[in-house]
């Protein structure tokens, strides 16, 4: 549930990329269980445990390492959170819009008709769950003044 590619370059990099490109939004996806896991948990994780539980002790350890050594003002103790506010904010920096896109349900590959992560009827779509986890965002994109993020994908 962090977003991929910073185990290769630190975030100012990537954004640069992006606008090099001259393309002037990105859509920074975002799962409903990431949101659960905040609430229905003890609050948002570090970035390291999320690695951890996806890939496991071995191979989600050396992704943090990378990540860190890409993104040294992230710790052990950055949460998932965190790293989408520090996306957002440096794309503000660099004058990138981001679409805050709630791409999925349960975190992991997508797309695909079996993969239950779509819209109603699928396995891993629960409309309680998704409207809550829609407020819970907006939320905090507005406390916490992530201007450049424009607006919020309801699911594509």
Known sequence: MVPEGLQYNSIPTLVKYIKDL??????????VEMVDDIL??????????AFIKALGEKNGTAIFRAVVTNN???????????VFDAIAEECAKQN???????HVSKAGWCCDKG???SWFGDDHFDMVKWERALGYMAKHVSL??????QYLGLRL
């Open 96 to 102: 990138i819009y981001v679409h805050l896109d709630n």
């Open 144 to 149: 916490s003044n992530l201007t450049y993020i």
């Open 72 to 82: 040294p003002t992230f710790t052990e103790t950055t949460t998932r959170l965190q």
């Open 22 to 31: 001259g393309m002037n939004v990105i859509r920074l996806t975002w799962a």
């Open 40 to 49: 229905d948990g003890e609050g948002d994780v570090p970035i390291k445990d």
């Open 115 to 117: 993969d239950g992560n």
